[in-house]
Each structure stands twice: as C-alpha cells, then as structure tokens.
T-cell receptor
Framework: GAVVSQHPSWVICKSGTSVKIECRSLDFQATTMFWYRQFPKQSLMLMAT?????????EQGVEKDKFLINHASLTLSTLTVTSAHPEDSSFYICSARSRSDTDTQYFGPGTRLTVL | AQTVTQSQPEMSVQEAETVTLSCTYDTSESNYYLFWYKQPPSRQMILVIRQEAYKQQNATENRFSVNFQKAAKSFSLKISDSQLGDTAMYFCAFMKWGIGGADGLTFGKGTHLIIQP
C-alpha cells in the first residue's frame, strides 16, 4: 500500500517550452502533496505544499508563476514548469500524505527534467 | 525555521560492521518528527525509521535504530550488521507538526554510505 507514482519519469524539452509533471497516489487519498527539487549530488529542497482544492503554498524563493501547482483531486497533483530554461533542469520529486496516516509522507520515484 | 545538519558527507565500512550516521537539528518547535530516509541509486526515497519528538524511547526497525537526544537536538542512526544493499545516500529529515497537520520535510545534506564487501 501507499504507492505514489510520477509521470513522466524523465523528460527532455527545449528552452521556452512548458512541461507538466503528474503525481498520483495510487491506493490512498492524499489530502496534501509536496513537491521537492533535487540538484545532482545535493539534498531535497521543499518547493511547495498543495492541499486538495486550494492554492499551493510556495517556499521562499520559489517562483509561483514559473512552477504552477494544481491539486484538483485527492489523488492527483500536477507541477507545470512554465517557459523552462536550462537552469530548471533538475530532479523533481513529489510526496503525498494520506488522510489516515498524516505523520508519514510517501514519495514518488521522481522525474528527471532536462531543458536544452 | 529549522535546520538539519549532517556532518559526514561520506562513510565507508566493511560488510557486517556497525555504522552510526550523525544528524543534528535546530528548531524552536515543540511538536515535530524526525526521519531517516535512504536514497539508493534509483533515487527512490525510502523511509528507514521515524521518531516522534514526544516519545522518549528510541525507535528501532530491525537492524536500524536511532539515538534521539532531544535536549542536545541530536538524532543519529545506527545500522547493525551492515549489508551491501545498505549502500545509499542517507538523509536525516525534520517535520514540524501543527494544528493543520504536518509540514513538508526539511532535509540534511545527506551522508553517502558505502558498504564494502
């Protein structure tokens, strides 16, 4: 149980285009989902918190207009990187917290984004 | 804001040995959780162990145990009888708990643990 998927697992795009990453909780309802960013050989940094049906809360320094987050249902959150640039290339990981077990976050496998 | 510090960028031990990874944190919060996550080369984050700050007893999960020193804000991970599959990055993480539920995680920089055959 408590499986989180991400799609796509990797994506390559041209500079200036937008990319959407999906995060799904497969066997539980996720009241809250989190988005993290991980640069090569570095730690995970929290980007934003999204609660189902409400606007996402962004961490300081994260551009909300560049990283659009939508949490339209209890099983799906999306991260859209708008007008992507090479510096947005990174590993993006989502996690989800269930209604029944609010103390633990379950992580997706991550999405590697490369912007050319 | 809270910070998490892992002072050992890399550690290497022989298979079957015991190894301890260090973690310290700083916070003014009273309700929080601490975690150790493992990230193998696949980059999938795997929960190793968690500790509720209000619990005095140290958490254990099979070969993994923690030494939680709340006053010292220290949270070390001990791996007994280390195995080759334990080779991975290990991240210490802090999670604040409030009325609205748990916040996102604050991670340390990680320790790359290598188990030698």
């Amino acid at each position: 149980g408590a499986v989180v998927s991400q799609h796509p697992s990797w994506v390559i795009c041209k500079s200036g285009t937008s990319v959407k990453i999906e995060c799904r909780s497969l066997d539980f309802q996720a009241t809250t989902m989190f988005w993290y960013r991980q640069f090569p050989k570095q730690s995970l940094m929290l980007m934003a918190t999204s609660n189902e049906g409400s606007k996402a809360t962004y961490e300081q320094g994260v551009e909300k207009d560049k990283f659009l987050i939508n949490h339209a249902s209890l099983t799906l959150s999306t991260l859209t990187v708008t007008s992507a640039h090479p510096e947005d290339s990174s590993f993006y990981i989502c996690s989800a917290r269930s209604r029944s077990d609010t103390d633990t976050q379950y992580f997706g496998p991550g999405t590697r984004l490369t912007v050319l | 804001a809270q910070t998490v510090t892992q002072s050992q960028p890399e550690m290497s031990v022989q298979e079957a040995e015991t190894v301890t990874l260090s973690c310290t944190y700083d916070t003014s919060e009273s309700n929080y959780y601490l975690f150790w996550y493992k990230q193998p080369p696949s980059r999938q984050m795997i929960l190793v162990i968690r500790q509720e700050a209000y619990k005095q007893q140290n958490a254990t999960e099979n070969r993994f145990s923690v030494n939680f020193q709340k006053a010292a804000k220290s949270f070390s991970l001990k791996i007994s009888d280390s195995q080759l599959g334990d080779t991975a990055m290990y991240f210490c993480a802090f999670m604040k708990w409030g009325i609205g539920g748990a916040d996102g995680l604050t991670f340390g920089k990680g320790t790359h643990l290598i188990i030698q055959p």
